[in-house]
């Protein structure tokens, strides 16, 4: 079966992604009693968190613990938090701190807590010798001189910041250079090592695709890298079908101490360093200090 072409140009999902995500929803919401009584959780969530195999450790633990089963919809975090917005998910793990913070100013998500943090990256071609130090220097110079970058290019927190950061480099990035995949953050990468091109990544990915991909660290540690993952709930006042309890019951979770020490040494045995720091109950501004 031919597969649809993940080299695209253009803004948006490819069809074949916004199909995936409309099967999953309903999926989803065809599972009896999505009412506040039911056993059952819809959880939207960037591809990060599934990508990196923490939600493979975290989901079974709660189902255990509490009895209720999660159907996980991963896809990127614009997508993911839209669906909560509109009553189609329960709650939602995301990273896209203005969009979340816009959702909840709205009235459309409720309860905003901070879950953990890593960072982002810039990566590219294996041995590139190029020197590359800010986010914002290293997009400007990939500009100039027409260097292939692989874009997420699907509204993710992801793509995201890299919008933020073009715009900081005061560059509207385009052309046969500027490749938008409409993928996740594992296809992005792969995407990438294929073309020998740059992009942006978080490290949880990075590190859980580096024997699948030729792809070098070239930028990290730039305070506008930071990658900020928070939970929040659905409105069941707004959406009534919202399982209202289940969902508070998994962001209750995410931020107990049982699953903060999860986090804490998650990848540690893997990579030699964990892949997210836990974050329950910190302030954001402290984590940007």
Not at 103 to 110: A, F, I, K
Not at 181 to 203: C, F, H, N, P
Not at 261 to 284: C, Q, S, Y
Request: hydrophobic content about 40%.
């Amino acid at each position: 079966m031919n597969r649809p072409d993940r080299r695209r140009v253009g803004n948006g999902s490819t069809w074949a992604s916004a199909l995936r995500v409309l099967c999953l929803v309903l999926a989803c919401l065809s599972w009896p009693g999505s009412a506040q009584g039911d056993r059952t959780i819809i959880l939207s969530t960037t591809t990060s968190t599934q990508d990196s195999g923490l939600l493979d450790v975290l989901v079974p633990l709660f189902q255990k613990k509490t009895g209720y089963t999660v159907k996980t919809i991963s896809v990127g975090t614009g997508q993911a938090l839209a669906l909560a917005a509109r009553g189609e998910a329960d709650v939602c793990l995301v990273h896209a701190p203005d969009a979340e913070k816009k959702y909840v100013s709205e009235g459309l998500l409720l309860n905003r807590r901070l879950v953990m943090h890593n960072d982002f990256l810039i990566v590219g071609p294996a041995g590139d010798p190029e020197g590359l130090a800010t986010a914002a220097e290293a997009l400007r110079r990939l500009a100039e001189t027409k260097t292939a970058f692989v874009s997420r290019g699907d509204n993710s927190g992801t793509h995201q910041l890299e919008r933020k950061l073009w715009k900081e480099a005061r560059v509207e990035p385009g052309g046969p250079w500027y490749l938008q995949a409409g993928q996740g953050m594992g296809a992005t990468l792969v995407i990438a090592s294929e073309k020998r091109a740059y992009t942006l990544t978080d490290r949880a990915t990075s590190l859980a695709f580096r024997k699948r991909v030729q792809l070098d660290l070239l930028v990290e540690k730039d305070p506008s890298l930071l990658n900020v993952y928070s939970v929040l709930e659905a409105n069941a006042g707004k959406f009534p079908r919202t399982n209202a309890a289940g969902g508070k019951a998994f962001a209750d979770f995410m931020v107990s101490k049982e699953a903060q020490a999860v986090i804490r040494t998650f990848g540690v045995d893997r990579f030699g360093e964990p892949l997210f720091f836990p974050d329950a109950g910190k302030r954001e501004d402290a984590l940007r200090e």
